[in-house]
Structures are given as C-alpha cells and as structure tokens.
C-alpha cells in the first residue's frame, strides 16, 4: 500500500474531525519533510488500528468529498495562511455516514485524540495504557492551541507575554454551560491528578 | 555573585610578519595583511538581488556581492526549498571573505577579507558604556603590552566574555584540538548592525532601558531585502543585519597545514578571573578558522537565515593529502565522544584532546553543492584556502509569519516560525549540543539586558552601564 | 579498600545544600570530594527532555532515571500505596513492594525526590520565599510546635547570599509582610538590600484573582494577593537565559531559565572539586577513640541498573572510603536519615545509628500538605501560560490563629486544573468520548461525542476559565511520622529500603480546613464556581471534623504533597532533643555536618529551598572556620 496515497482522505477527514484547516495541521511546507506528524498519525493508525475500519473510514470520507471542487481539497490548497475552510455540509456528511457507525465513529474518536494530545492509546475510549506519539507530535499537539496557550514544555512566546491576554483572546468563545451531574461515567483516565506531587 | 568569565581574547597584529616573525614564510601559508580599520565593503553597484535558483544550480558564481534575502514565495516542500537556502549560504560565504584589496578571493591562497573589517562586540558594548565609533582602535589589555611584543595597529580581536562569548553556549564546554588546546571564538556585527544599535542607544544599560521605556519600542534590527521596483515608493535592495560567529583554532606553523586555513596573527588573550579561579595571559600566535556561522536577517526571514561552515580536517581530515583530523583520533576509538574536558575548565593549562563527531550528517543536497562550490574555487584559484570549508547546512523558517489574531488581514512574525532544518549544529560552535541544537529556537531567547526581546541577537545583553566621568 | 586522599571535606549528596556547600568551600580553596548516586548528568538537558515529551504521565520525575540502585519514590506509586501495604501482610515472603518508600500509614506520604546531580531542583518550582520572623519561634509566640535554635535575624544575611546565589526575581517593597525585614546591599552597605533581579510579571490569571479577592479578610488577616520571589531569570543572569513561560517549571524547565543545583556543581568542580558520581555512601564510619567520623563507606558501581548479587560481574561493584578532616550529610531529609540509621555498629554510642544519641534521627518527618481546590471563573483567565506559579496569597503565613490551626500559603496556579485533573488531557478526551463524561467526580460533567469546531470551543470554553489554588500548610513536628530502615526490602545494591510512618494530626487537618474554608470564600466572591472532587475512597483520603462547630460533620480531604521533604535530622540547642546545633554540627561527632532540610525544626509555609540554601551557607561559614 502507497502511505502517501492515503494521506490527502487522513489529513481532509482529520480536518473536519479536529476543526483545523488542512493546511494548519498539515502544512505542505514542513520541516519534518516526508515525516511530518500527519504521515507519523497515518502510519500508526495503520500499524495500530483495525486496518479495514480505518481504510473503510478513509474510502467513505473519499466519496463524500469526492464532488466538492478542488480548491477545497488539501492537496491542492495554494494559501500558506490557514483560513477555516471546512464546508458545513461536509462536516454534516461526516456526521451522517461516519459518525453513525459505531466503529468508524471510534475510530474517528481516536484520530481525533491524536492530533489533540498527540497520544496513542490502547484502548477507546482510553484509560490510562498508551503512548506518546513522537516528541514532534507532543509540540503539535492542538488541544494547546485550542486553549490559546502553547505545549507545556515548549513556548515560542518571549518574557513576560503572560502578563496580558493571549493576542487571540478575542476570539474566545462564550461559556459553555457547566453542569454537573452523578450519572456521568468517571473521568476517562488518563495523565490526571495526584501526579504533580510537589509545588 | 560567580560569573565565569573564560574571557579568551585574541588581537591581530599587523605587521606581525615584517616584525620578524618571517618563518611563516610564502604567501598561501602566511596570514593575509590585515585590511584598514574601518573599512566598509559596500556591496560593488553592480550587486543585483539573488534569484531563487533552480535546479541544478548553475548560477554559482564567485562573487563579492553579499545576497540580500531569499524571494520564498513559492515553494512546494522544505526539501525543495532548502537549496535556495544554502546557495545564499554559499554566495555569502564568498562575498564575506571577498579580499578587501580589489583582488579575486583566494587569488593569492589567503587574504585578508571583508568580515573581519566589521566590529567586534567589544568594540560596540564597550566596558564604560559609552557611544561606539565603528572602526576605532582599542585598548589593549596590559597583559598584551609586555616588553617583548612591539606597539601594534589593531586589526581585530577574538573574545570570549559573555555568554555565547564563551564560545559553546550556556557553559556546555571548551572545545580542545589534538594538541590540548583550546578554541577560541570572536563575534563580528556588520556597519547595518552597528548603526542600529548606536542609533538606538543599546550599546549601554540605560540606553537600552530608555529605548524599553516607549512601549510601542521593540528591537527590531534592519532586514535584508531584494527590493521591489513595483511598489511606490520603490524598495531598493538591502542587506540586513549579519552578524558573525568564527571559531579558531592555534596553528603550529611546523606541523600544520598552513594552506588549508584561513588565518590571522593575534594576540591571544585569557582575561583574568576569580571565579573560577583563572590568571591573565597573552600571547602572539597564528590561528586558522575552524567554524564560521554567518547570520543574516531579512524581511522575508524575521527569524533570520543561519548559514554555517567548518574547515573540512575538522573532524576526519583528509587522508589523500595526509592531513589528520584537528578533533578527533582515529588511534584512540574508545575515547568518549562529543564530551567536554573534565572540570576545571583553563584555557592556559592543557587539555586533554576533544574527540568529537558530527552528530548529524550533511545532507546530501549541500554535499553536492560544496563540492560544486569547493570544485569552482579550486578552478579558478587553485592555492586557494577557501576551497577547504564546507557548509554544513542553512536553517531558515519555513512559516515565518501567521495572521495577526487581532487583525486577519495583516501578518505577524510566527514564534520560531517552523525552522528546517530542526536542529542545526557546527561541530566547532555548538559541539556538545549538535543534536538539538536548533539555532532559531535558542536565539528567539535572546534579551536586552532588560529582559525584552532582542531579535535574535544575544550581543545586546553584552551592554554594561554607563559610568558616569 | 582502596587507600583514598583526604579531602579537607568531604561531602554526600550534590543537591542544592551539597552543590552550595562544595562550591563555598572549594572557592575558599578546601579541597572538596562530592559523592553521589547518580549517574553523571547529560552535557545537555535534551536527554531529559526527549523523556518528558515521551511520557505518558508527565509526572515531576518523568524527566529523570530512576535505577535499581539508586531507585527514586514516583508520584504515581501514591495511589497504590494501600494495595502495596495490603499485598505486603498477605505474602510477607517473597512479595517486594514496585514502590521504594515503604510506607506504613496511616497516611501516605506524597512527597518525592530525585537521586541525580543537581537533585530535586531539577524539578523545584522555582518559588523562593523566606521564612517568617514568627517561623522560627512558634513555641514561643504560640505555643506549638518547638523553637529554633536561630532567629530570621541570624539566617537574613545568607538569604541574601542565598538569593544572589540563586538569582532570586522579586521587590523588597512587596515582599515586606508578616515581620519579614531586609538588610543592606551586600556590595554597597550605604543602600538598601535589592532582590538581584526584577520582579517576574504576576499573570494574567493572578491579576484578574487579585481583582476578585479586592479587599477581603480571613480568620482576622486582611487578604491580598503578592508576586512571589522567584528562582528564575527576570533578566539575563549568571550565564543563563530569561524564563520564556514554558509552564513546565516541573518536571523540567527545557531551557534552565530556572536555576537548578547542576549550576553549583559545576561551578564547585571548576574550583577543583571532585564529584564522584555512581557512588552510595552506605556507611558512615566513627573512630572508636575519638568519636570524630573517620570516613564515608561507599559503593561505586559501573550501571545503575545492575544488582548487586552473587552473579553480577567482577569489577562491577568497589567498594571504597572517603576520607576527610570534615564531613557533610547532604543527601536530603530520607536519604540522610538513612544513611546515618544504616551506620549503627555495636560501638558504644552507635548501637541507634551515627549521630543519634538523641534519637532524633529519622523522626519528625514533615511536608507541606497541599490542599487543592479548583474552580471555573466566569470569563476567562486563559492558563497555562507563563511560569507554574508567579503569585500568591501570604497573608494567613502568620496570625493568632496559629494558636489553633495551621498557617498556609496560597500559590496560585498557572496551569488551570493540570495538577487536580490532569487538564487538558482529561477534558478532551471527556469531550471526546460518546455520552456524558466526569471531569472531577460528578461535579463537573460533560457532553461528550463532539468533534470540529464544536469540540474546539468546548474545549477552549472549559479550560481557558480554569483555575486552582494550591494551598500548602503547615505541618508540626511530630516523633512517631519518621522513616526507619525496612527490615524487609532493600534496594539494588542491598541497602534497606526507608519504611515511613506518617500522619496528620489535628493542628494541620484544621489549617487544611482553613485553607479549603478559604478557598471556598474567594471563588464566592470572584463569582467563581468551585469544581473540586474530593473521592472518600481515594488513597489519599483523610477526615476532619471542626471542634468549634457543634454541628459540624466529619469533612473528607485529600491529601497532596508539595515535595518538600523535611525534618529527620532537627537542629535545636538541647542535645538530647536534637540531632545538630545551630551551626549544623552534629552534637555527637565534632567534624560532622548536616545540611538541607533535614534540620528544618519546624516547616513554617515558605517553600524550602532557599532556606536550605541559606542555611547550607551559614554552615559553610561554620566549616570554613573549622578548617583555620
């Protein structure tokens, strides 16, 4: 099987899955060359997922896209700034026909994981088995991002920016509700609690 | 408090041969006559802006023109793009060694080049705080003066006082050839450098807590550009900030091949410390040019181009011509490698030899360009000392800018703004680090001696008070 | 035994008290052996960096080794500690407790260290308080606890040492509270004492806390939030680089912005010193005649990893003895404690262990117990963002209440609930999961099943109003929370292994209380929504009910530990009640010194460090002066 075939279908369907424009989390030019983090996450899914889901997922994801012209496609994308880009109907699409099943919607649960916190984790949903993906990953990781801060361990900010709001702090959502409630299933176990164990 | 001041400071001398020092003997192995003080080698008028070449790269040329910027508009991928990167490296590597006397580089096997006309750090941050001049003569520390040395015409000097000063940063180790001594280092800014630091005030403390005092105030350095003919006003080309790092080495005019190194006769000079505990020395010696790292910074670049080179004996020498490696010895396989000398660190007491390798191959896209590079200057110079470095790799980011969150339709610099390579390290300059050493991601630490951003350049947190007459 | 020279010192243990100490002594020109443990730390910390970007549980030790030899406690040994204990009493042979403390209940302690050069500094959090003047007296103004055998006064001027030594941030003009006064400027006597560096920026997150305290007040102290002094550059200082707010503090700062023992030992070897890595002191050994110790046993081994058993190779293990005119325990509050319970002999006086005629060793085993509570504020405080901590509340450091309850400090947090919950991690992946999804406890559930944006604005929208306080509270000493030699296990080498007994009396539980009270109060008046889950089951779990309160009920905490190991070796005047005197001389051996925390003699609230460094250069002085 040619990877690199594969990897325009990854990285759309990881678009629409993350939120993140194809070109942020796949940019054409990357230092990584022909190992960036989006060909490291193909490689494991295929090392480590059930390879017919996952080809079943990637060849779904192909049809739905398969209409749509291309300069929606990442492979053609020619704009080296992100713009969101995911057409609404397209996300819907993944939703009808990929979220529905449930193991293509797990499998889609553990691409999403990937991108965001940069592990593998054996099982899904995850408990506390599993590993990280690369150090590349760890720093590319887009739950850090996604909380306007950065990967802990890796600033690219100078002295003192933590003073003021981030620079994208207007971009920051309402509240979501917080609610609590007994029913819920206990926490995902995964990197939490008692482990800082100094201060 | 403790501050380990390795201070290792080399002065040329000119004259040093006519001085009765004569044994260096023919011109290809004895250093180049020192250049005036002062002198500015403008780019020749005929300069034009570097185009991206293209495969498979024709255009090298021997030139004294000192590229501008890089145009990367367009590029498909970071291995395509790498070779414009490290064609500029090259390009700039010749023009900065361009002889300062109207000759062809390497005509006469050394000379004298246009770098090493530019100030050095001590020469801009100097100890009392005061205003700079580019080009004006130095104090020599007394210890240089002794009774058998001869009143000497500054050319330049090679220190080691402050951080990177020291030679391999952060206190990471000396770097110690087969003969047990140490390397030593000098850091070179360019006239556009210089001017922006003078005008701005950052040669001295206050200054530059004066220049932090205006909030809309951040140290941006000039930036390199190819220019545009198409926007009004017109942007004429521009070289931007370039600063030098070199890395020496004491030559044995006996035993050394004296043709294969760029040289200079210096003054090497150990200042005196407390702590740790280190005397004052000074001594006239011939060195050779180990290391060259080459910084440039353009519009299109904010997080710079850093181009690196080292003289090809470095690390395995060159068993054809019978030169054997400076740093490593193949007769000792089972020495650790890439590890610093035990402590105490004393430049004036030998040490025991560094056996070092290179962590990180050169890929093979910039072998195939220094030998491109090496083959032309050996053709058209063939005493040429030049012919003897090779790059080891250009890191440039990939990403330099991101929209500004604030405002979609502008752009802003983009933290380390992606680097390729990842890591990027000279055997000579970042020895125990080579592995992770990332030159961008290091220098975006870089500060005033306030703690603001100091746009990549550690030079500025040399600056000392002022002190008041 | 290999015939080894005599140091004018020798030392065990290259931590900060064994770094500072080596480095004091060598500039004064003594001849300084340091033995340690560890392995020789890597020319460049990227070795320890690869380790924590790779490790699933980015835990304050997941940067660093953890041999067989010289085997560390993990955080993430804590939660099984009753497990261990239960699986111990069921199979006492042939069971061997995964976790190097065995710990005995009836709570567990929390606290880890590392055994590398440079020792837990590595993952200190930089925070660089001073004791209070009322510290070192509770006794006398309180009642509790005991006194000092020193007051703030005498330690002040090697704080400021300590401070410039460190490279400390901070402004006297803030930091001025509950009695704490500063003297001269070292270098120019005719000016006031300055901090070396400048105050680190307090974050945003604080700012806006600060705004929501306003002006508040508790158990009788008017409340405000303070930056705190901290141990990382401001300003380029000491060859190091400025602090870029990589909020990795702990386990690692990637850059050593923050300073960390490593520096000290280098700058002890470029003064001559000689540090003997690979090497377990094991034994101290005492001249039957005079009582003066006569040398240190140690262990060198060539791999960490190795066992020391009747198969291993010859030549993997030599022993030796270090010989010295004075030595120096350095080998923090355990390790210490073991090594001197490890060297009883049937010498007279020695039958308890080295310099413990007192008995004292190994007993009064304290920490700052770390009372977390968590909480949404209504806009965002966007954390995660700049240094672990860079303000906090001092305020309830010191009052009459401490007649009753515990002091505390509040650190506050700059990465939201990373320490409580493991955020982001866990809410991702809670908004990840299908259906609805715990984050702490039942207290804070999600919708899960999200993806696309949908999932970027649930994640941003939870974790940027995150955040915690981090109260530490005081803790008394106590005779019976010690460390004894196990009789049971041993590590690789065949040391026994240190078996704590540890609790927290009532005194500590109702400054917890307070603190949990107090948290409790300021999210109210910020408007903040308290999260914390405090599990009755967890491992962790401790009781307390308010005496003051007759209808109160038994309250469920959870106990954390600050990583602040001190006690087992106390300083005091009296010889039969303490193991050194104010100058950190044994009072049983005359050319015996020990430094670190392990003398503290009581905790107060400031995180230790630069306490332990200052007294390490008061007992420097003391050696110094021995050797004329």
């Known amino acids: ?199 | 408090m403790s501050r380990l001041k390795l201070s290792l400071v080399v002065f040329a001398l000119a004259g040093f041969v006519a001085l009765g020092l004569g044994h260096l003997g023919s011109s290809a192995q004895s250093p180049p006559a020192a250049a005036p003080v002062g002198v500015t080698a403008a780019p020749a008028p005929s300069c034009t802006p570097f185009p991206v070449p293209t495969a498979p790269f024709v255009d090298a040329q021997l030139s004294p023109c000192i590229p501008f910027a890089v145009s990367a508009s367009d590029f498909a991928s970071v291995s395509r793009a790498q070779p414009a990167f490290d064609v500029f490296s090259w390009r700039s590597f010749v023009a900065l060694n361009w002889p300062t006397d109207g000759t062809t580089i390497g005509q006469d096997g050394d000379n004298p080049t246009v770098w090493e006309t530019y100030n050095e750090s001590y020469q801009v941050f100097l100890a009392d705080g005061s205003a700079p001049h580019w080009g004006a003569p130095v104090d020599v520390p007394a210890a240089c003066k002794g009774a058998n040395l001869p009143v000497f015409r500054m050319k330049q000097k090679v220190s080691d006082e402050v951080l990177d000063e020291r030679g391999q940063p952060f206190r990471t180790g000396p770097l110690i050839d087969q003969r047990g001594d140490y390397v030593r280092y000098a850091i070179h800014l360019n006239k556009e450098t210089f001017d922006y630091v003078l005008d701005n005030g950052l040669y001295n403390k206050e200054g530059q807590a004066k220049f932090a005092s205006r909030p809309a105030n951040v140290v941006d350095l000039p930036a390199g550009t190819n220019g545009s003919a198409k926007t009004s006003p017109v942007v004429p080309p521009a070289i931007g900030s370039i600063v030098i790092k070199s890395a020496w080495r004491l030559l044995d005019p006996t035993k050394d091949k004296l043709e294969r190194y760029h040289k200079s006769n210096v003054l090497v000079y150990t200042a005196p410390s407390d702590d740790p505990p280190i005397k004052e020395r000074c001594e006239a010696r011939t060195v050779g040019l180990v290391g060259f790292h080459i910084m440039h910074k353009t519009a299109a670049h904010p997080q710079w181009i850093w181009s690196t080179f080292e003289q090809v004996d470095n690390l395995r020498g060159d068993k054809a011509a019978g030169v054997p490696a400076t740093f490593f010895n193949a007769a000792f396989p089972r020495r650790k490698i890439n590890r610093p000398p035990p402590m105490p660190w004393n430049p004036n007491v030998k040490a025991p030899p560094s056996q070092i390798v290179r962590d990180i191959p050169i890929d093979q896209g910039a072998q195939a360009l220094n030998k491109q590079w090496q083959g032309l200057l050996r053709s058209k110079t063939p005493k040429s000392v030049w012919q003897f470095y090779q790059l080891i790799s250009t890191q440039w980011p990939t990403k330099a800018f991101i929209p500004d969150p604030k405002d979609p339709t502008k752009r802003v610099m983009n933290g380390f703004g992606a680097p390729a390579p990842a890591t990027l390290g000279n055997a000579m300059l970042e020895t125990y680090t080579q592995r992770s050493s990332s030159c961008i991601e290091c220098h975006k630490n870089a500060t005033t001696t306030g703690g603001k951003f100091g746009d990549f350049s550690y030079l500025l947190q040399r600056a000392q008070p002022e002190k008041k007459p | 035994m290999s015939q080894e020279k005599i140091y004018d010192v020798v030392i065990v243990g290259a931590g900060i008290a064994g770094a500072l100490a080596a480095y004091k002594l060598a500039a004064a020109g003594k001849s300084v052996l340091v033995i340690d443990g560890g392995k020789r730390t890597p020319d460049s910390r990227d070795a320890y960096m690869q380790q924590f970007y790779l490790a699933m549980a980015k835990t304050p030790e997941s940067p660093y080794p953890n041999y067989k030899n010289t085997p560390v406690p993990l955080s993430l040994d804590i939660g099984n500690w009753k497990t261990e204990r239960a699986l111990e009493d069921a199979f006492k042979e042939g069971y061997t407790p995964p976790g190097y403390l065995i710990q005995k209940g009836p709570l567990p302690f929390c606290s880890t260290y590392e055994r590398v050069a440079g020792g837990t500094t590595w993952h200190w959090s930089g925070t660089a308080l001073r004791l209070l003047p009322a510290d070192f007296k509770l006794q006398t103004n309180y009642g509790r606890g005991i006194d000092w055998p020193i007051t703030y006064d005498d330690l002040e001027p090697f704080y400021c040492e300590a401070e410039q030594e460190i490279g400390v941030t901070g402004d006297t003009g803030n930091q001025g509270y509950h009695g704490i006064t500063f003297g001269k400027d070292p270098k120019d006597p005719s000016k006031p004492y300055a901090y070396p560096m400048p105050e680190i920026p307090m974050s945003y997150l604080d700012k806006q806390v600060a705004q929501g305290v306003g002006s508040m007040s508790f158990d009788g102290q008017v409340v405000s939030v303070s930056p705190t002094p901290q141990g990382r550059n401001s300003v380029p200082y000491d060859e190091r680089r400025v602090c870029a707010g990589n909020t990795n503090c702990i386990p690692i700062c990637p850059i050593q912005a923050k300073y960390d023992a490593t520096i000290h030992i280098a700058k002890a070897a470029q003064h001559g010193a000689k540090i003997q890595y690979r090497s377990i002191a094991d034994k101290v050994l005492v001249d039957p005649q005079t009582g003066l110790v006569s040398g240190i046993h140690y262990v060198k081994f060539t791999d960490p990893d190795l066992p020391r058993t009747p198969t291993a190779p010859q030549g993997a293990f030599k022993e030796g003895v270090a010989k010295g005119k004075i030595y120096v325990i350095a080998a923090h509050a355990i390790e210490t404690a073991k090594l001197l319970l490890n060297s009883a002999t049937d010498q007279q006086g020695l039958a308890d262990g080295v310099a413990n005629r007192s008995d004292q060793v190994g007993r009064n085993l304290m920490d700052h117990p770390v009372q977390l509570s968590y909480a949404f504020n209504r806009n965002p405080l966007y954390p995660f963002r700049g240094p672990l901590a860079t303000s906090g509340i001092e305020s309830l450091r010191d009052g009459p209440f401490r007649q009753k309850h515990a002091a505390f400090r509040v650190e506050i947090g700059n990465e939201g609930w990373n320490w409580a919950t493991g955020d982001p991690y866990t809410t991702l992946n809670a908004l990840v999961s299908p259906g609805r999804n715990s984050v702490s406890g039942p207290n804070h559930t999600v919708q899960g099943g999200l993806f696309g944006s949908d999932l970027r604005n649930a994640l941003n929208g939870f974790v940027t109003r995150e955040f915690r306080f981090g109260s530490l509270v005081e803790q008394l000493p106590i005779s019976e929370n010690r460390i004894r030699l196990s009789k049971d296990y041993t590590d690789g080498l065949g040391i026994p292994r240190p078996e704590i007994t540890y609790d927290v009396d009532d005194y500590t539980r109702s400054g917890y209380a307070a603190a949990r009270k107090f948290a409790l109060a300021v999210f109210q008046k910020m408007g903040a929504t308290d999260m914390t889950f405090v599990n009755d089951a967890d491992p962790t779990a401790f009781q307390f009910t308010d005496p003051d309160d007759p209808g109160a009920k038994p309250e469920t905490y959870l106990l954390n530990g600050a990583g602040h190991v001190m006690g087992t070796c106390r300083m005091g005047a009296d010889p039969a009640a303490s193991v050194v005197g104010p100058d950190h001389r044994s009072h049983d051996h005359k050319n015996l010194f020990i430094v670190g925390s392990s003398v503290f003699t009581t905790t107060g609230t400031a995180n230790p460090t630069l306490t332990i460094a200052a007294l390490t250069l008061m007992a420097a002085d003391a050696i110094i002066a021995d050797l004329k």
């Open chain 1, 1 to 199: 099987m040619n990877v690199g075939e594969l990897l325009p279908d990854f990285v759309g369907l990881s678009s629409v899955l993350t939120g993140y424009d194809a070109n942020t989390i796949a940019p054409k030019v990357d230092p990584l060359d022909d190992n960036t983090v989006a060909m490291q996450y193909l490689r494991l899914m295929l090392a480590k997922a059930d390879n017919e889901i996952f080809l079943q997922t990637l060849a779904v994801f192909r049809e739905i896209v398969a209409d749509l012209p291309d300069a929606w496609n990442w492979s053609n994308a020619k704009d080296p700034l992100f713009k969101p880009n995911i057409p609404a109907d397209v996300a819907a699409q993944v939703k009808a026909q990929i979220l529905s099943n449930a193991e293509m919607a797990a499998m889609s649960r553990r691409m999403i994981r990937l991108w965001y916190l940069a592990t593998w984790y054996v099982n899904e949903p995850p408990d506390f088995a599993g590993e990280v993906v690369s150090m590349d990953a760890y720093k590319e990781g887009l739950a850090w991002p996604t909380i306007q801060a950065h990967p802990m361990g890796y600033s690219q900010l100078d002295f003192g920016y933590w003073a003021d709001p981030p620079p994208s702090a207007g971009t920051t959502p309402p509240a979501p509700p917080i609610r609590s409630g007994a029913s819920a299933a206990p926490p995902a176990a995964t990197q939490g609690g008692k482990q800082r164990g100094g201060i």
